[in-house]
């Protein structure tokens, strides 16, 4: 497994090093490796889906997310379960951590290449506990900021109550890869005279109108950065 | 563990049995386990992840699936990783499948309570391969009508070949939770005169129009289905 630092800062090669768990199977044309395409579909998403394994059984839940640089941060309640299993003395917990968006729905003339338009981003790795305030502090900033870039300078910060009762865990971005489907249908030559339509249905994604809170005091404004979303 | 029969057309209570793990250690107030909501969170979805355990560590994948009753259906092929881990000679292959849908944005004043409104669903269970023939195929069409509600009718069934290259692993309605977050933030009472914006940023789902393939036939029309999407 690759030992690339993860330090804020440090000049990183263009791409991840690819590793036996991150060369699929099936369809390895589709996985990538280049870093900013992996930073950026991390950074259009909302959720995660956190796999890690508990009694011998793989258990995949969603959860907020934060990227800084090269380090994902997932944070919790210090009561729950896969944050108590990432213990600061234990020698961390084995997860996978995946973000997917779908772009669109492929319909082929066969049922066979049916398929979806989609970029995901799989993270396999160790996450442990972050016990360093000013980690912990801008983790937390950086899970805010997932949710709305800016936010987290518009909010009051955690108070010292709060912090003790947030765990925050961190996985590094080492063992990484993206896969990607775009483009219309692959259907058989021999299928191509069927009189099936086919082509690509896009799915969009977008904003309502912001829902002010009931005790929202009057004066207080939609803010631009809400606005220009 | 509950062994509720699966069969299509048995008669279901209207709720799921909750387990050791389907209530959650946190926020067990979101977690609920009526099954027309499940069935409504699961039929709104494109992609679950699909997680299982490798080596001992966890692998979360996105996936297309397909919902028959109380049964639930991936599939791939034969020579993808998760698949082949199902062999119909081996008892099975331990998952846990999660499908997430993110409704809104939740902006406390706080950092600390901002969230996100979300409706998911956890199925734990044991993954079987699925070899009987008519199973297989109305398991295919449920892939097809996932992606879109009557496709499958609209399309060329698998012929020999195609069903020889693909594996279709069963994963029962057992087991199974649902999550949910809605409504406005919940600040705390000495965070009310706070200066910031609160609420809910409502995150909408939608279609393009739809792209043909560059070699459909002049004459063939977007169907109904698709326009009436």
């Not at 729905?105 to 049922?111: D, I």
């Not at 995901?120 to 000013?134: E, F, L, M, R």
Request: net charge negative.
């Amino acid at each position: 497994m690759p030992e690339t630092s993860t330090q804020p800062g440090t000049a990183q090669p263009a791409a991840y090093t690819p590793t036996d768990r991150t060369v699929p199977t099936r369809a390895a044309k589709r996985a990538v490796y280049d870093r900013e395409l992996v930073h950026s579909i991390l950074d259009e998403g909302y959720v995660c889906h956190l796999g890690f394994v508990r009694d011998g059984a793989p258990v995949v839940l969603p959860t907020l997310y934060g990227r800084v640089g090269e380090r994902l941060y997932v944070h919790g309640s210090t009561g729950s379960r896969p944050l108590r299993m990432t213990g600061q003395a234990d020698p961390g917990l084995p997860v996978c951590l995946t973000v997917t968006h779908v772009d669109g729905l492929v319909l082929a003339r066969s049922a066979f290449h049916h398929s979806m338009n989609y970029r995901s981003v799989v993270v396999h790795g160790i996450a442990h506990q972050v016990t360093d305030p000013d980690e912990r502090r801008s983790a937390l900033d950086a899970l805010v900021d997932q949710v709305v870039p800016g936010r987290s300078s518009d909010s009051r910060p955690a108070n010292a109550r709060e912090l003790a009762a947030t765990a925050v865990i961190r996985l590094d971005l080492n063992e990484v890869s993206a896969k990607l489907r775009t483009g219309g249908p692959n259907d058989d030559p021999e299928d191509l005279a069927l009189p099936h339509w086919t082509g690509v249905l896009p799915l969009t994604k977008g904003y309502g109108t912001p829902v002010p809170s009931g005790d929202l005091a009057s004066g207080i404004e939609v803010p631009d950065y809400l606005a220009s979303l």
